[in-house]
């Protein structure tokens, strides 16, 4: 009977596992922290308007979203990430072209 138990045990855990376990995407996460920070530094150097700030950040949350969206499934695959680091390669070409368009507060 216990016998039975714990190899029931067992198995919740190993299949449960993966649902439960937090899906890792350390390069985007840390991707977006320093866009977050590229962004900060824009508004206290008085390069970017409070419409390009908006904009901005926005763009990220929409990232943020399709991130959490991504990893609803309980993973996150090669192509997802990859989608992820093309959004975020965008959202940074974005971020400086508008720190360095000469506009300012």
């Known amino acids: 009977m216990i016998g039975r138990a714990v190899v029931a045990a067992i198995l919740v855990m190993t299949f449960a596992a993966p649902v439960f376990g937090d899906p890792k995407s350390p390069g985007v996460d840390r991707r977006e922290h320093r866009q977050k920070q590229r962004i900060k ?3 206290k ?6 419409e390009e700030t908006r904009s901005l950040k926005a763009e990220q949350r929409a990232i ?22 093309q959004d975020l390669n965008e959202a940074s070409r974005n971020i400086a072209e508008q720190n360095h368009d000469g506009d300012g507060r």
């Open 41 to 43: 530094q824009g508004v």
């Open 45 to 50: 150097s008085g390069e970017l308007t409070k």
């Open 64 to 85: 943020r979203a399709r991130e959490r969206q991504m990893k609803s499934d309980g993973s996150l695959t090669r192509e997802e990430r990859k989608e992820l680091q």
